[in-house]
């Protein structure tokens, strides 16, 4: 499998292909390709995904036993 790489944009749910590369991709008419989506992540995104992760991780290691200090 040879992978076709380009940066697009979303509009109302359609992935735009660039000119140059629709004509690369007619050679694939009517035949099933795999898609997958990678969106551009800001640095914000990405302060986002490790504050998400550390709670995550952080309240995996509490114990039903530490409900007791939530009463203080």
Same mark, same amino acid.
């Given at each position: $499998? @040879?992978?076709? &790489? ?5 509009? =109302?749910? @359609?992935?735009?292909?660039?000119? $140059? $590369?629709?004509? @690369?991709? =007619?050679?694939?008419? &009517?035949?099933?390709? @795999?898609? $997958?989506?990678?969106?551009? &992540?800001? #640095? ?7 504050? #998400? ?20």
């Amino acid at each position: $499998m @040879r992978a076709i &790489e380009f940066k697009s944009k979303l509009s =109302k749910n @359609r992935i735009l292909i660039p000119k $140059m $590369m629709q004509e @690369r991709l =007619k050679t694939l008419d &009517e035949k099933s390709i @795999r898609v $997958m989506i990678l969106p551009d &992540e800001t #640095e914000a995104d990405g302060d986002l995904v490790l504050k #998400e992760l550390t709670t995550e991780q952080f309240l995996n290691g509490y114990a039903d036993s530490d409900s007791i200090y939530d009463n203080y």
